[in-house]
């Protein structure tokens, strides 16, 4: 079988007792403990007060239709919903509250003008398929984003409605098989991804029907020139490559592999997960890159909201251009239009027009840092994961030492071998330091891998503490003080979580509680 | 510039322990050609005020649906929001937090996905919902990719009631993955046809109620018959506050449910972000896109959630996951579960009524203008009315008067033959004088 | 008993073999939550996916070190994947495959074999 070396623990062992005091009934200071909103009752409890329904405008003309079972969902007032979330709010980890050094995420600062635009109404509360002549504004804005976005990648075109990163990278693999298709090319039936790649690109690939073959990397962490021409053939559509590549490294001979690619009639796929390290100071478009996605809420710092939503614009080539979705907005003379209706499209993303909400938020921090300042943002980036590398490097081990990093810097576990600690024991000791750990066992090529992107918003001053706290740790991993660790976190709201339980019982849902059993006397 | 916290002290310091003579010297990877040597040609960083200014009179260019009488539908639908909602999803613990891979500080988010799963399979009568999608669109296309890896058909069939934009959706990803997919022609009221396109090659057929037209139907036999032919029924709902008063598609037997979320806690926002609705019969559950919340304990005992059934996504299964998705849309689903929470069920079937009770209105209205007639049987908050002449220019000229009179089929369906249709839905913010207005100007601008 | 470098194990009585993975590879693996098996009646070549064993982090593919028709896939492994961990090689079978060709055996390892293998690894 293939073993697939990271199934390491998901079952915490039980407890140590941590010494504190107990308290008598469970509180623990400002942390509020806080049941599900099933275990409040208030089955009949509503907190939005609705005018009553006359009752000649009833459900009677609906007969049947009408929901007779109880849909079984609880109300709660208003100053009880305050609390309830407010409460489960402060069992969160946040960017506001400390560098999040989540490699490949980019979490940096989520600017509280962009919140404040895009809930002026004139964004907020506008219909998607109100009269063109209605919202000349927000096709403005859009027309606008994609300008900035087309100028800072040196591609022409722009295709803006996908949702999300993976969203986008569908879209840019759709626009490769269309033009493909457009040729007559049916041979083309491989997409070459490297092995760091990020899950969805293979995911990508595969979901549209391509094969997906691996392309090896060299020791020094880039795309293996070789491995790549011997694979790239009549058969391939296109390979998808992330630059800077996972391993935080800039991809040296990334031309050459554009002018191999191409030789072969295939596309580039660039994964721009990592545009933060080069924006401003590299275009996409001069690497050769034929379609590139965006993620807006990383590169240009739209809030992640635990999760989501996200936005992924993709850059397209002149080649490409043709194909891309609609609908797309179109500056005429006489005003924006919006196209809807497109033969060459290869389709359409989603319904309407594209994440309005995100795109307020991406424009007005464009704006706010311009040109100059989105040059900044890459360079205070490199700078910043740089710097956390050299200080680092004096206890961690880099897995690519030579030569600098960009905006963010990869390490692996050779300096825990023998402390009995893992990666995973690491980055939960970090926890309780009040750190978010880093990216752990990413990118899949290095060995229990830790993945640090400070982002450009942090500070010297927080730099130096988390690399402070960081060595502090790894000195007691060296030192033996392997309990820390391999217990931790001791102090977040919860210690460590039976994952194994959880994926062989799924609970996905609250379900009532059976009713006591009587006793049989 | 203001995010930017390092100081030109800083940047030498750090420089020097990098042992880096310049900035420069750390981009040293990147080939000469491509070296921009200063900004590229875009304005330079502004302040709060210039932006403020910028964007603002970006915004006053648009009509918004608050300033007149309105009555847009079609997939997107305006309700009001509890103004707790928006105060509680900008807390920093929920907008600046991430993905919850850290489950033991990241409980927050993890409790709310849970609430929300709940929620959202009581709502839709579904055994297991998952912690959200993109939106409608793409939970429908997702639906359908998902049926047919269960039964290994590679055939969609989409009812004349589908949302134009949600059949170009499932048909863009589908065709790409080898599937084939027929959509019927638009019909106001003809969900059923599905089964007379049914063959042994179909994997799902998709109904919608209520369907574009705003006709609500009783799809319990159309997933009998599927099922009996082999294929999966997958029910579509773009307005979800209907959950509070019409029949829930489980209980209808829908194998797999793709709703719009929208209606609930988030604004319309021009089309996005929404919040795609998506749930399943638990022995399918291995199939399922998206991301997944469970309960579990840590290591006292004390219960708590994590992430879970992982395996089917594509940060471990890559080119074997179910689908391709990394993100959920994870604050609109907050905002959703918020709104949820303070409706309660009590509150929605009020919302719920009143959102009918104004169509009802509605319709007697438009009933009442020569040369208009509802062509909806039965409805939620939405109907479809046939207008003499071209339903797009009408439109128009309404806009003209300020009144925005819904959304006319044509921009939907540009050759569906549906020129003259007129898609208008009115919901709790709608009061009689946006109805009276309306009915009014349409009776003028329909005289001869 | 016969094994595999790949740390799958068969069990031979007439024409059908048995196979599963050996208590290494459970242990590798670390918690079993979902084994995915093959269905009754899916014709096997050397080196197609025979099942798919899940951890919480990982899905690992077992892949058939022979050629046959699967007679029997193990069932009650769906509700109980922890057997993966506590008898993997005994009560964990995952399939029972009617043998195409059982000259394939001959080419496997003995238990000797297979301990020295893991020695060297």
Redesign the interface.
């Known amino acids: 079988m293939s073993m697939l070396s990271t199934g390491r623990p998901t079952r915490p062992e039980t407890a140590a007792e941590t010494g504190e005091t107990a308290t008598l009934t469970g509180g623990r200071g400002l942390l509020q403990s806080e049941p599900l909103i099933f275990e409040l009752g208030g089955w009949d409890k509503t907190g939005v007060d609705l005018p009553p329904v006359p009752d000649e405008l009833g459900a009677d003309d609906l007969g049947d239709l009408v929901r007779a079972e109880p849909i079984g969902l609880p109300g709660l007032s208003e100053p009880e919903t305050v609390r309830h979330y407010v409460r489960l709010s402060q069992q969160n980890h946040a960017i506001d509250l400390a560098l999040y050094p989540l490699g490949s995420c980019t979490m940096k600062h989520n600017p509280r003008l962009n919140e404040k635009l895009a809930r002026l109404p004139g964004f907020a509360d506008i219909h998607p398929l109100q009269p063109v002549s209605t919202v000349q504004g927000a096709l403005q804005l859009i027309d606008e984003l994609a300008h900035w976005l087309k100028t800072l990648t040196g591609l022409p075109a722009v295709a803006m409605t996908p949702k999300a990163g993976a969203h986008g990278e569908l879209c840019g693999i759709l626009a490769i098989q269309a033009a493909h298709r457009a040729k007559g090319d049916a041979a083309r039936t491989t997409v070459l991804v490297p092995t760091s790649a990020h899950g969805t690109n293979p995911a990508t690939a595969a979901f549209v029907g391509y094969q997906v073959q691996e392309i090896a990397q060299t020791a020094d962490g880039r795309v293996d020139l070789a491995d790549l021409a011997a694979k790239l053939g009549p058969h391939v559509a296109a390979i998808m490559v992330t630059n800077p590549n996972t391993c935080g490294l800039f991809e040296r001979d990334i031309r050459e592999i554009a002018r191999l690619t191409h030789a072969a009639g295939a596309y580039f796929y660039c994964d721009g997960a990592n545009f933060n390290a080069i924006v401003g100071r590299v275009r996409p478009g001069d690497l050769g890159v034929d379609a590139m996605h965006i993620n807006l809420h990383k590169t240009f710092s739209t809030p992640h909201g635990g999760g989501g939503p996200g936005a992924g614009p993709v850059v397209l080539s002149q080649a490409l251009a043709p194909f891309a979705p609609v609908p797309y907005v179109v500056h005429g003379p006489d005003g924006f239009e919006l196209t809807e209706t497109d033969a060459r499209a290869f389709g359409r993303m989603s319904a309407f027009n594209g994440q309005m909400g995100m795109f307020v938020r991406a424009y007005a921090y464009m704006l706010s840092h311009g040109a100059d300042g989105l040059r900044q943002v890459a360079e205070d980036a490199v700078l910043n994961a740089n710097y956390v590398k050299a200080r680092l490097s004096a206890v961690m081990t880099p897995a690519f030492p030579d030569g600098p990093c960009m905006h963010e810097a990869l390490f692996d576990d050779r300096w825990l071998e023998g402390t009995g600690v893992t990666t995973l024991d690491f980055a939960k000791a970090m926890i309780d330091e009040g750190f978010h750990p880093m990216t752990m066992y990413f990118p899949l090529v290095v060995h229990g891998a830790m993945l640090i992107e400070p982002t450009e918003t942090e500070s010297k001053a927080e730099l130096d503490r988390f690399c402070d706290m960081v060595t502090a740790l790894a000195h007691a991993a060296k030192a033996g003080d392997t309990g820390r660790f391999t217990g931790a976190p001791y102090h977040a709201p919860r210690r460590r979580l039976d994952e194994t339980q959880a994926a062989r019982r799924p609970r996905l849902k609250w379900t009532p509680p059976a009713p006591e059993a009587v006793a049989a006397e | 510039m203001r995010y930017l916290p390092l100081s030109p002290d800083d940047r030498s310091a750090m420089l020097s322990v990098i042992g880096a003579p310049d900035i420069d010297a750390l981009f040293v990877d990147v080939p000469a050609e491509a070296r921009l040597p200063g900004p590229v040609d875009l304005p330079h960083v502004q302040g709060e005020l210039e932006v403020e200014r910028k964007l603002a009179g970006l915004a006053r260019r648009n009509r918004t649906a608050g300033e007149g009488p309105f009555f847009c539908g079609a997939g997107a639908y305006r309700h009001q929001v509890p103004a707790t909602v928006d105060h509680l999803i900008q807390r920093s613990e929920f907008l600046t937090s991430y993905t919850p891979y850290q489950p033991e500080i990241a409980q927050g988010t993890l409790q709310v996905l849970f609430e929300f799963q709940t929620q959202v399979a009581r709502l839709t009568g579904m055994e297991v919902a998952n912690a959200s999608l993109y939106d409608g669109s793409t939970a429908t296309a997702e639906a359908v990719m998902m049926a047919a890896r269960i039964t290994r058909r590679t055939r969609a069939v989409l009812s004349p009631g589908l949302h134009p934009h949600y059949a170009a959706t499932v048909r863009t990803m589908a065709e790409a993955a080898g599937l084939t997919v027929e959509a019927l022609p638009l019909a106001v009221d003809a969900e059923a046809e599905v089964l007379g396109a049914l063959d042994g090659a179909t994997a799902c057929v998709v109904v919608q109620t209520p369907n574009l037209f705003g006709t609500a139907t009783d799809v319990t036999k159309i997933g009998e018959a599927a099922r009996a032919a082999g294929a999966l029924m997958i029910v579509v709902t773009t307005e979800a506050v209907s959950f509070g008063l019409l029949k829930s598609p489980g209980a209808m037997g829908a194998d797999i449910v793709a709703a719009e979320g929208q209606s609930i806690g988030n604004g319309l926002n021009y089309g996005g972000p929404y919040v795609g609705l998506f749930a399943v019969r638990e022995k399918h559950l291995r199939q399922a896109p998206g991301r997944l919340c469970g309960e579990t304990v840590d290591a006292e005992g004390r219960r708590g959630f994590v992430l879970t059934l992982s395996t089917r996504e594509q940060h471990i299964r890559r080119d074997k996951a179910t689908s391709n998705i990394c993100t959920n849309s994870g604050l609109c689903a907050l905002a959703f579960s918020i709104h949820m929470s303070l409706l309660g069920e009590t509150g929605l079937r009020r919302l719920a009524q009143l959102n009918h009770a104004r169509a009802r209105q509605l319709k007697a209205a438009l009933e009442a203008v020569p040369g208009v007639q509802v062509l909806t049987p039965r409805f939620f908050n939405e109907i479809a009315v046939r207008v003499p002449g071209n339903a797009a220019e009408l439109v128009e000229t309404l806009a003209g008067n300020g009144i925005l009179a819904g959304v006319p089929v044509s921009r939907l369906a540009p050759d569906a033959g549906m020129d003259y249709v007129l898609l208008p839905a009115a919901t709790e913010t709608t009061c009689d004088s946006d109805i009276s207005f309306l009915s009014r100007a349409l009776t003028k601008v329909l005289a001869p | 008993m016969h094994f595999t470098k ?3 194990w068969i069990a031979v009585e007439g024409d059908v073999a048995t196979v599963g ?1 050996t208590n290494y ?1 459970a242990e ?4 079993v ?2 084994v995915e098996l093959p269905e009754v009646g899916k014709v096997l070549k050397p080196g197609d996916s025979l099942a798919v ?11 058939s070190p022979i050629s046959g028709e699967v007679v029997a896939a193990n069932d009650g492994l769906s509700g109980n ?2 057997t993966v961990n506590q008898s993997p090689e005994s009560l964990a079978w995952f399939a029972k495959v009617k043998l195409a060709n059982p000259g394939e055996i001959t080419g496997l390892m003995d238990r000797a074999a297979y301990e020295a293998f893991l020695q060297s690894l």
């Open positions: 790949d740390h799958e993975i590879a590798q693996l670390g918690d939550v979902f064993v899940e951890s919480v982090k990982a899905a690992s593919d077992v892949y994947p922890e």
